[in-house]
């Protein structure tokens, strides 16, 4: 049966590191679509730099022409802080009790998985699929690396077997481009070019979104 893969985040804004992470987990996870799924307001981090109609607009251009990569709005639509147990059950729903569900998170996030809202239900509802980002990496002797011990596996294929409750570590090449270096970089007055697409920055550029001057250079 095929894997329902989610990706979430504030993509505030979309860039290459998000949509090539994207592309490496349908290759890696062997599926034909990963879902983007932004979140309306993340309940750790507050506000965003763009609104949530403006941040679906970045995304729609970015994806454009890639059929792997589907944007998913529900958190968007929604409304209020955006929590992960919430989308999981909405999808369970959608998908059945039988259908393997993955959501992917990146290891600086999963340090603090015991700090989210419903955080014991949540293997219940999906596989977890982490991706090692560079840092310290998680605590020994933490909630976390107590959950990856206990329910790690080290194949896809596991993950097709059943519909929730698996944890798989991938190490996939990543690019270091961060979402809060890019809008301090436009707000600076200096170029993303090259480091989000083309028409991602054109239109950050049209809106004037995160200090871009409408009038600088492309």
Partial sequence: ?????????????????????????????????VSLVPCHIPPH?????????????????????????HIDDRELRRGGASYTADTLRQ?????????????VVGTDAFAGFDRWREWE???????????RRPGPGLDPEGTPATLLAKRKVEDVRS???????????????????SATGIRERIAAGRSPRYLIPDSVWEEIRH???????????F
Avoid: W
Wanted: glycine share 10%; hydrophobic share 40%; with cysteine.
């Fill in 1 to 33: 049966m095929p894997m329902h893969v989610i990706y979430g985040g504030t993509f505030d804004p979309i860039h290459h590191g998000h949509l090539r992470l994207a592309i490496e987990l349908c290759d890696r996870l062997e599926v034909d679509r």
């Fill in 121 to 131: 239900s949540i293997p219940e509802l999906s596989h977890i699929v982490v991706v």
């Fill in 159 to 177: 993950l097709r077997t059943t519909p929730a409750g698996c944890v798989l570590e991938l190490d996939p090449p990543l690019l270091d481009i």
């Fill in 91 to 103: 999808l369970r729903r959608e998908l059945g009790a039988d259908h393997p569900l993955v959501m």
């Fill in 45 to 69: 981090r507050g506000d965003t730099g763009a609104s949530a109609a403006q941040r679906l607009k970045l995304l729609e251009l970015a994806v454009q022409g890639e059929p792997r990569l």
């Fill in 207 to 217: 809106q004037g979104l995160y200090g871009a001057c409408p009038e600088g250079n």
